[in-house]
């Protein structure tokens, strides 16, 4: 059984960081490409970023050289480092495992920009 658990999520306030990290399980984590979706209330769900197995990146227009996303095979974990938050960021965040046609989804952490 797939599993993908995310965590990290909460209130922020502008200008503040948060690192998500998404834990997987049931899946061969080395060869998946791991992706983090967001959506906000009354949106479709997004592309944020994503990382390959091979460790290439690509990021929405919208967060690039704020947030970073990075894995660590040894423990089956993709993580979300966003700094600089905005207000426009809140959103459930969603971590994705896709391979040729194949895609499954953790249950979405909620992360809120507020002061």
């Known amino acids: 059984q ?3 658990v995310e965590s ?3 209130l922020v306030q502008p200008g503040g960081s948060l690192r998500l990290s998404c834990a997987a399980s ?3 984590f080395s060869i998946y490409t791991m992706g983090w979706y967001r ?3 009354g949106n479709q769900r997004e592309l944020v970023a994503a990382i390959t197995s091979g460790g290439s990146t690509n990021y929405a227009d919208a967060v690039k050289g704020r947030f970073t996303i990075s894995r660590d095979s040894a423990k ?6 966003m700094n600089s938050l905005k207000p ?11 391979r040729r046609g194949n895609q499954y989804w953790g249950q979405g952490t ?6």
Do not use: K, P, R
């Open 39 to 41: 959506q906000a209330t």
């Open 8 to 10: 990290g999520g909460g």
């Open 26 to 28: 049931g899946i061969i």
């Open 88 to 98: 426009e960021d809140t959103a459930v965040y969603y971590c994705n495992a896709a």
């Open 110 to 115: 909620q992360v809120t920009v507020s002061s």
């Open 76 to 81: 089956n974990t993709v993580y979300l480092q």
């Open 2 to 4: 797939v599993q993908l």
